[in-house]
């Protein structure tokens, strides 16, 4: 029997959760995204919340 290669997809997430004050839930988004996208607020290890890993295919081992 030989061996086969497999496609794993490995999918993390992280999440944190950060205090807003804002006049509003939207604003508040604005806000955060703003903060997130200037890379003032940053998701690292320590924000880890799950790991999933899933199978995504075979590799044809006729096209190495």
């Given at each position: 029997i030989?061996?086969?290669k497999y496609i794993i997809?490995?999918?993390?997430?992280l999440s944190k959760r950060i205090y807003i004050t804002?006049?509003?839930e939207e604003d508040a988004l604005k806000i955060i995204?703003?903060?997130y996208y200037?890379?003032?607020v940053v998701?690292?290890?320590n924000d880890f919340n799950h790991v999933e890993f899933?199978?995504?295919?075979?590799k044809d081992?006729?096209?190495e």
């Open positions: 030989m061996a086969k997809e490995i999918e993390e997430t804002a006049d509003s995204r703003r903060q200037n890379t003032n998701l690292d290890e899933k199978v995504i295919g075979e081992s006729k096209s």
